[in-house]
């Protein structure tokens, strides 16, 4: 079906040169605007070659360059880059030319950068033993990302208070870790972009001169890609960001709100700016609760998210925690694309555990990074099952994941390993029917804790069998200490992984299922089932699901608990040259990452919380506002005030707001009714 632009679309297309800054809404039709105003800058004669679109993530660059090439119909098109693709192109030419020193490109998920990490934290760190807690890793690795996301360098961030402040061992290893990158001639992405953003300042555009710069999804750049577009931008050239200071998600990459919502402007003069505010998306309730949480952020909310009067019907709807299964069960009979939200990867191997009970398919958005196998505790509680009803690993033999499932033993087990120990065991345990008890027993002689430590494990010896409850057989391992080891239990705004969460949610799911070893073990080992009639349900994080849409959506783990709004770990400094970050505590983050998630919903969504009588009340009450004492459920949930927009939303559809008294309606929902009469659509 052709859409027509609305008049606020037609006004972006149509912007003459100059600068101009475009705030959208979830769901109002970026891709289509932009697609839209390039043919048209091209139809004007000018050269698709003096245009750059960057866009934030390869698949969706990919699809706006397939969707240009069709409205072009000629394969010569702007050129449309990521960030990172963008400075590869500007790095590999300067190496061309030997301005730069050839290096090999490392990517984070190779293991060569791994090893840099945790060699320049072991040496820089002076960390006495070889296996390092995979949570101090992370934090290490959030600090480098900090200082890389700023390019600031090791004696930069030594001397500068908001990077000094953290653990001073993290910049002896970061130091460390910037020495052993040259040492091996390596080279990560975000060096890419600070070393593409020198030679940009440098005047080395090495052939780049645009007349349009169009830039998506502004609220998640970083100062050195603000730096970048800077030094690309002439005199004559157009700078065009597009964004939703409501969506920045990624403060802990070095995005902030304020770019979009200001650096952009002091830096890009006379910038036009342009708003849309009216989503295809969703209905009424969920517009009504999306704005009524995003306005308790510090940021003004100077335009609210408005249905467009053609969008459907969205039904929202709040279940409890307990419901997950038959929830489940529900949307995979509706049509449509199914999607699984969550804040942690803890919630969301519970909802992979549910689903295989059920029956029903899945896949991870992350390519399966985040799922069972790959969790410490699943492993734990595998091999431990696996020895208490068999008494051997054969059950893993071919088994694709044995190495995650055995990795994941090996790391959440505690067993503190000394230098060569933990590969030895890992290579040990990988060969064909072998003893996992014998491989441990040979390398667990060291060290006194290393002894006492594999006793405990081996006490499990003892075979049960397969019709044993699966909660027997967990509540055995947990008295073994077999849980003990196993990593951190607060989420990092960047680490959505606790294992003590993941362990909860299982011992809970095992409880109310009442299933037995087998069939649990079944339920793991087996890859799921994969051909059914419902679409395959798509499990994301909340970070992970940005820019993307799908028909049902159920938002779960929504425990005030699991998103870290005031953990101390999470608060992140910045040296933004516009401001101090506005909260410190990463509450307004963590709003926006809510709010990013439900938005994605097109026909139903599915908030799914922890019992919580506060939240009964508030909802019985309709009230919208930020409850004063700690809640369990996410207070993000209150502060939606579902039942008083499902009222408002009913009124809209059923034409009744003109026969209602003004004061039926909050002033906040009279806003919201008075936007959508302005609305020329
Ligand atoms: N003028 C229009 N009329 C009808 N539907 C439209 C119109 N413009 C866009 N849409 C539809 O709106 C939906 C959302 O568009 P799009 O995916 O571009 O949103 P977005 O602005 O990128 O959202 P987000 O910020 O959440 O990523 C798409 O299904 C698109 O086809």
Redesign the pocket.
Same mark, same amino acid.
């Not at 040496?123 to 480098?144: C, M, R, T, V």
């Not at 503190?416 to 890992?426: D, F, H, S, V, Y």
């Not at 003893?435 to 006793?455: N, P, T």
């Given at each position: 079906m052709k #859409? /027509? =632009? !609305?008049w606020e679309?037609k006004r972006i297309v149509s912007h003459e040169n100059g600068n101009a800054l475009v705030m959208?809404v979830? +769901? /109002? +039709? #970026? !891709?289509?605007t932009l697609v839209k105003r390039v043919e048209r800058l091209v139809k004007s004669g000018i050269d698709p070659r003096s245009i750059l679109i960057l866009m934030y993530n390869k698949s969706v660059s990919q699809t706006f360059a397939a969707k240009l090439r069709v409205v072009l119909k000629s394969n010569a098109i702007p050129e449309v880059r990521t960030f990172h693709s963008l400075a590869l192109k500007l790095v590999s030419n300067a190496e061309h030319q030997q301005i730069l020193k050839k290096k090999e490109l490392v990517s984070s998920d190779d293991y060569r950068y791994a090893q840099i990490v945790r060699q320049s934290y072991r040496e820089g760190a002076d960390h006495k033993q070889n296996f390092i807690p995979s949570d101090e890793i992370e934090e290490f690795e959030l600090f480098i990302t900090r200082c890389r996301a700023e390019a600031v360098t090791p004696d930069e961030a030594a001397s500068d208070p908001t990077f000094s402040k953290s653990k001073p061992e993290h910049i002896r290893a970061y130091k460390r870790y910037c020495d052993l990158l040259e040492e091996y001639d390596l080279r990560t992405f975000d060096d890419c972009l600070i070393e593409a953003g020198l030679l940009l300042r440098g005047n080395q555009y090495l052939g780049m001169n645009f007349k349009h710069i169009i830039v998506d999804e502004y609220q998640d750049v970083n100062l050195i890609q603000h730096e970048m577009i800077r030094s690309l931008a002439k005199e004559d050239t157009s700078v065009m960001a597009v964004g939703?200071i409501n969506?920045c998600i990624y403060e802990w990459r070095g995005a902030r709100p304020d770019f979009i919502g200001g650096l952009f402007e002091k830096h890009f003069k006379n910038a036009k700016v342009y708003h =849309?505010s009216c989503t295809?998306?969703f209905g009424h309730t969920l517009s009504l609760m999306s704005n009524s949480v995003i306005r308790r952020n510090s940021t003004k909310l100077s335009k609210l998210c408005i249905s467009?009067p /053609?969008t459907p019907k969205t039904n929202v709807r709040i279940y409890s925690d307990n419901s997950l299964p038959a929830v489940l069960s529900q949307m995979s009979e509706a049509s449509g694309t199914q999607a699984i939200l969550s804040r942690t990867k803890a919630s969301l191997a519970e909802a992979e555990m549910v689903l295989r009970l059920c029956g029903l398919p899945f896949r991870y958005l992350d390519q399966g990074a985040s799922s069972l196998y790959k969790r410490a505790e699943v492993g734990l509680l595998v091999v431990g099952a696996l020895m208490c009803v068999y008494g051997n690993l054969g059950r893993l033999e071919n088994h694709p994941e044995k190495q995650s499932l055995i990795s994941g033993f090996l790391d959440g087990g505690g067993f503190q390993w000394k230098k060569g120990q933990r590969k030895e065991a890992l290579n040990g345990l990988m060969t064909a029917n072998t003893d996992l008890w014998a491989v441990l027993g040979g390398i667990c002689v060291g060290s006194h804790y290393q002894k006492e430590r594999f006793e405990k494990l081996t006490s499990v010896r003892q075979k049960d069998n397969e019709d044993a409850l699966a909660i027997g057989i967990f509540y055995i391992l947990e008295k073994a200490g077999y849980f003990t080891g196993v990593g951190s239990a607060g989420v990092t705004r960047r680490n959505s992984n606790d294992k003590y969460r993941g362990i909860e949610k299982i011992e809970k799911l095992l409880k109310s299922s009442k299933v037995n070893a087998g069939t649990f073990l079944n339920l793991i080992l087996n890859s799921g089932r994969r051909n059914d009639d419902c679409e395959p349900f798509v499990l994301s994080t909340l970070h992970g699901c #940005? +820019?993307l849409?799908w028909d049902n959506v159920a938002v779960i783990g929504l425990h005030e608990k699991d998103f870290p709004c005031g953990y101390p770990g999470a608060t992140l400094g910045s040296r933004s040259p516009v401001k101090e970050p506005m909260v410190k505590d990463g509450t307004e983050e963590e709003r926006r990452l809510f709010y990013v998630g439900i !938005?994605r919903a097109k026909r139903q969504l599915n908030l799914m919380v922890p019992a919580d009588e506060g939240l009964a009340i508030w909802l019985k009450n309709a009230w919208d506002s930020t409850p004063k004492k700690t809640t369990t459920a996410l207070r993000f949930v209150y502060e939606a005030g579902w039942t008083a927009c499902a009222l408002t939303s009913d009124a809209i559809y059923n034409n009744s707001v003109e026969v209602k008294q003004k004061s039926d309606f909050s002033k906040f929902h009279q806003w919201y009714l008075r936007d959508l009469q302005r609305l020329k659509v």
């Amino acid at each position: 079906m052709k #859409k /027509s =632009l !609305t008049w606020e679309q037609k006004r972006i297309v149509s912007h003459e040169n100059g600068n101009a800054l475009v705030m959208a809404v979830p +769901g /109002s +039709g #970026k !891709t289509i605007t932009l697609v839209k105003r390039v043919e048209r800058l091209v139809k004007s004669g000018i050269d698709p070659r003096s245009i750059l679109i960057l866009m934030y993530n390869k698949s969706v660059s990919q699809t706006f360059a397939a969707k240009l090439r069709v409205v072009l119909k000629s394969n010569a098109i702007p050129e449309v880059r990521t960030f990172h693709s963008l400075a590869l192109k500007l790095v590999s030419n300067a190496e061309h030319q030997q301005i730069l020193k050839k290096k090999e490109l490392v990517s984070s998920d190779d293991y060569r950068y791994a090893q840099i990490v945790r060699q320049s934290y072991r040496e820089g760190a002076d960390h006495k033993q070889n296996f390092i807690p995979s949570d101090e890793i992370e934090e290490f690795e959030l600090f480098i990302t900090r200082c890389r996301a700023e390019a600031v360098t090791p004696d930069e961030a030594a001397s500068d208070p908001t990077f000094s402040k953290s653990k001073p061992e993290h910049i002896r290893a970061y130091k460390r870790y910037c020495d052993l990158l040259e040492e091996y001639d390596l080279r990560t992405f975000d060096d890419c972009l600070i070393e593409a953003g020198l030679l940009l300042r440098g005047n080395q555009y090495l052939g780049m001169n645009f007349k349009h710069i169009i830039v998506d999804e502004y609220q998640d750049v970083n100062l050195i890609q603000h730096e970048m577009i800077r030094s690309l931008a002439k005199e004559d050239t157009s700078v065009m960001a597009v964004g939703d200071i409501n969506q920045c998600i990624y403060e802990w990459r070095g995005a902030r709100p304020d770019f979009i919502g200001g650096l952009f402007e002091k830096h890009f003069k006379n910038a036009k700016v342009y708003h =849309l505010s009216c989503t295809f998306r969703f209905g009424h309730t969920l517009s009504l609760m999306s704005n009524s949480v995003i306005r308790r952020n510090s940021t003004k909310l100077s335009k609210l998210c408005i249905s467009h009067p /053609s969008t459907p019907k969205t039904n929202v709807r709040i279940y409890s925690d307990n419901s997950l299964p038959a929830v489940l069960s529900q949307m995979s009979e509706a049509s449509g694309t199914q999607a699984i939200l969550s804040r942690t990867k803890a919630s969301l191997a519970e909802a992979e555990m549910v689903l295989r009970l059920c029956g029903l398919p899945f896949r991870y958005l992350d390519q399966g990074a985040s799922s069972l196998y790959k969790r410490a505790e699943v492993g734990l509680l595998v091999v431990g099952a696996l020895m208490c009803v068999y008494g051997n690993l054969g059950r893993l033999e071919n088994h694709p994941e044995k190495q995650s499932l055995i990795s994941g033993f090996l790391d959440g087990g505690g067993f503190q390993w000394k230098k060569g120990q933990r590969k030895e065991a890992l290579n040990g345990l990988m060969t064909a029917n072998t003893d996992l008890w014998a491989v441990l027993g040979g390398i667990c002689v060291g060290s006194h804790y290393q002894k006492e430590r594999f006793e405990k494990l081996t006490s499990v010896r003892q075979k049960d069998n397969e019709d044993a409850l699966a909660i027997g057989i967990f509540y055995i391992l947990e008295k073994a200490g077999y849980f003990t080891g196993v990593g951190s239990a607060g989420v990092t705004r960047r680490n959505s992984n606790d294992k003590y969460r993941g362990i909860e949610k299982i011992e809970k799911l095992l409880k109310s299922s009442k299933v037995n070893a087998g069939t649990f073990l079944n339920l793991i080992l087996n890859s799921g089932r994969r051909n059914d009639d419902c679409e395959p349900f798509v499990l994301s994080t909340l970070h992970g699901c #940005k +820019g993307l849409e799908w028909d049902n959506v159920a938002v779960i783990g929504l425990h005030e608990k699991d998103f870290p709004c005031g953990y101390p770990g999470a608060t992140l400094g910045s040296r933004s040259p516009v401001k101090e970050p506005m909260v410190k505590d990463g509450t307004e983050e963590e709003r926006r990452l809510f709010y990013v998630g439900i !938005t994605r919903a097109k026909r139903q969504l599915n908030l799914m919380v922890p019992a919580d009588e506060g939240l009964a009340i508030w909802l019985k009450n309709a009230w919208d506002s930020t409850p004063k004492k700690t809640t369990t459920a996410l207070r993000f949930v209150y502060e939606a005030g579902w039942t008083a927009c499902a009222l408002t939303s009913d009124a809209i559809y059923n034409n009744s707001v003109e026969v209602k008294q003004k004061s039926d309606f909050s002033k906040f929902h009279q806003w919201y009714l008075r936007d959508l009469q302005r609305l020329k659509v």
